[in-house]
């Protein structure tokens, strides 16, 4: 049990911005990963606007896309029969650093049919992997699609007009929630019904945090790692309080950008909330990870 104990950490909350318990500190699980555990740091979690010197410089950067060129994407069947001439849909989708892609989500719509539409063309395509300083890493991107017919006086398949693309690999020199506007609250097209929102939006104004795990320092890293690392990761937080999407914004070893994704995706919220009814809500965290920790920092 002794020997156990080295493994159980303290991760301190800034209680103001996440809304923790009163005693500023919670229980940490260690995070998974493949790779031999070397130390598992003491973490400190902000929701602090996030300082953009911290950010992934544009040249280091090539984000995740798809391996044979963008996808057709149909009209609706569902729009014809209903006489919607217009829509529009975003879905953001997570590749892994094989090019696999792992997660799938909505972030915006018109109409849910279009969402489909585009979720149906996605599931059949090839990517490639997000890459930092040349290397791949896990990341997220976004396909957004808007459709129109030619012809909304005819709604044969000869007359349809098709959609118009906009892959959208969002810039990392942005603020998240500029990042996030680009997506969710574009107003070009027909109104949205559906859209992600900002944790201001919320009731309470803050995600209130159910779980969170602490990322390994993988092996490897340990000798160039003697410092504290601060990572910037956003993700939404879907309606059952789950993260989604995770991605590491700033400019980190490629080694714990894995680490830190793999693990942020295992943390829990309570389910957002705008006037009781359960919303997605994108959102940003920054993570300072400590590899040596003082030892009044663990639990015995």
């Not at 973490?43 to 953009?52: E, L, Q, W, Y």
């Not at 937080?237 to 989604?244: M, Q």
């Amino acid at each position: 049990m002794k020997k156990l104990s080295l493994f159980l950490v303290t991760v301190f909350i800034s209680t103001a911005s996440v809304g923790f318990a009163d005693n500023g500190s919670v229980p940490a699980v260690p995070g998974p990963s493949n790779d031999p555990v070397v130390v598992l740091p003491k973490m400190t979690i902000t929701a602090k606007r996030t300082d953009p010197s911290l950010l992934i410089p544009r040249n280091d950067l090539t984000e995740a896309s798809f391996a044979r060129g963008d996808p057709v994407v149909g009209f609706p069947s569902q729009a014809r029969f209903k006489r919607i001439f217009d829509g529009r849909a975003a879905v953001g989708v997570m590749v892994d650093a094989e090019g696999n892609a792992t997660d799938f989500l909505v972030v915006r719509y018109s109409e849910s049919y279009f969402a489909e539409e585009v979720i149906n063309a996605l599931r059949n395509e090839r990517f490639t992997p997000r890459k930092i300083k040349g290397i791949a890493v896990p990341g997220r991107f976004y396909f957004v699609r808007a459709f129109s017919l030619d012809n909304p006086n005819q709604t044969g398949i000869g007359n349809f007009g098709g959609t118009y693309p906009a892959t959208v690999s969002m810039n990392p020199m942005e603020q998240m929630e500029e990042r996030s506007n680009r997506v969710t609250n574009s107003k070009d097209g027909p109104p949205l019904i559906y859209k992600a929102h900002g944790e201001y939006e919320i009731d309470g104004h803050i995600l209130e945090v159910a779980a969170v795990a602490t990322p390994a320092i993988p092996a490897g890293l340990e000798t160039t790692t003697s410092h504290a690392l601060t990572i910037v990761v956003s993700f939404y937080v879907d309606e059952k309080g789950d993260v989604r999407l995770p991605s590491v914004d700033s400019n980190s070893p490629a080694l714990m950008v894995a680490s830190v994704i793999k693990t942020v995706s295992d943390w829990k919220f309570v389910p957002p909330t705008i006037k009781g009814k359960p919303v997605l809500v994108f959102t940003s965290r920054t993570l300072i990870l400590e590899p040596n920790p003082a030892p009044n920092s663990f639990v015995h």
